[in-house]
């Protein structure tokens, strides 16, 4: 288990995969990649517009790597149960 709760589930997935995409050499490919598409889209593309798209695409790798590792897919829904579960209890 690499993490206590639904919360800390989210942040070290998330952390993980931001530092490959900043650091590490095929996420920082990848992330120029994504930029260089986006900008042939749309060449007047803004900031805004940009951080929309990496939360876009950080949300669909996450769920994707969640999806695809049997490990992470059986943690994700323990957290993910306890949750919604101590939401449906409170008053």
């Known amino acids: 288990m690499i993490a206590s709760d639904y919360m800390d589930f989210i942040t070290k997935v998330a952390h993980a995969m931001q530092d490959e995409l900043n650091n590490g050499k095929a996420g920082q490919e990848l992330s120029k ?3 260089k598409q986006a900008l042939t889209k749309n060449p007047d ?3 805004g517009e940009w951080r ?4 876009d695409f950080m949300m669909y ?7 695809n590792s049997p490990e992470l897919r059986e943690e994700f829904s323990s957290h993910l149960w ?3 579960q ?3 209890e409170q008053p």
């Open 33 to 35: 990649e994504l930029l």
């Open 82 to 84: 306890k949750e919604l």
């Open 52 to 55: 929309k798209m990496q939360r």
């Open 45 to 47: 593309m803004t900031d």
């Open 86 to 88: 101590s939401k449906t």
């Open 61 to 67: 790798s996450f769920f994707q790597i969640v999806k």
